[in-house]
């Protein structure tokens, strides 16, 4: 059972668009949403995390915008540019579960033409 | 890469053939992870620990097994390696010592395996 749905899976934007990458989630537990950027051939990098008592956070040109409600969260790429391409993952976590497991979306791959 | 270390980072093996992989950390991480990447599944928990010996299962821990004999170190054990476990393997640490948040986590290099 997947508990963290992303989408799209891919993704392509002209220099300067705004990407915007989705994920939605079932389990109310979750309390912490990183999201993380992977380059080809490296390890995931984290880019930016929200809670959920906070409806938006913006970190440079990334933003997520969390719906407690609806169950869903969101990242943004302003002016988005060639170096930003990468898959982004979402995930969630149960704080103080004892195990700070992360349960991963399966990736959204973007690509930025110039 | 948070001072993470994994070795080998590419490894050839054949199927049956016991294999090891090693994470290093000289953070002082209380967490360490074990996970692999397959493409359609994205990252998938193997195994953690939340201590020197002391260890659990992740989601897809079946054909692996784990140690912790000291902070520093997490060995990744295919006792006896399938094709099915040719992946990209990652280590992940979390919860420095001292600071009270354990939920950020940071990700090693990888190690590519294949298993012939």
């Known amino acids: 059972q997947q508990q963290v749905k992303q989408s799209p899976q891919s993704l392509i934007v002209q220099k300067g668009g705004i990407p915007i990458i989705n994920c939605a989630y079932e389990n109310t537990a979750f309390d912490y949403f990183p999201w993380y950027q992977q380059f080809p051939g490296k390890g995931p990098a984290l880019l930016i995390a929200?809670?959920?008592?906070?409806s938006e956070k913006k970190e440079g040109r990334f933003t997520i915008s969390f719906n407690k409600s609806a169950k869903q969260f969101s990242l943004h790429i302003m002016d988005s540019q060639p170096g930003d391409s990468a898959t982004y993952f979402c995930a969630a976590i149960i704080s103080g579960a004892g195990s700070y497991q992360l349960t991963f979306g399966k990736g959204t791959k973007l690509s930025v033409i110039p | 890469d948070a001072g993470i270390t994994q070795s080998p980072r590419h490894k050839v093996t054949e199927t049956g053939t016991p294999v090891t992989l090693r994470c290093h950390q000289t953070?002082?991480?209380?967490?360490m992870y074990w996970y692999r990447q397959d493409p359609g599944h994205g990252l998938r928990l193997i195994h953690y620990?939340?201590?020197?010996?002391?260890?659990d299962k992740g989601e897809v821990s079946d054909g692996y097994s784990v140690s912790r004999s000291k902070t520093e170190d997490f060995l990744l054990t295919l006792e006896s390696a399938t094709s099915s476990q040719t992946s990209v393997y990652f280590c992940?640490?979390?919860?420095?010592?001292?600071?009270?948040?354990?939920?950020?986590?940071?990700f090693g290099p990888g190690t590519r395996l294949t298993v012939l």
């Open positions: 992940a640490i979390s919860g420095r010592q001292g600071s009270g948040s354990y939920n950020e986590q940071f």
């Open positions: 929200i809670r959920p008592d906070v």
């Open positions: 620990s939340y201590g020197v010996k002391d260890t």
């Open positions: 953070e002082n991480h209380r967490y």
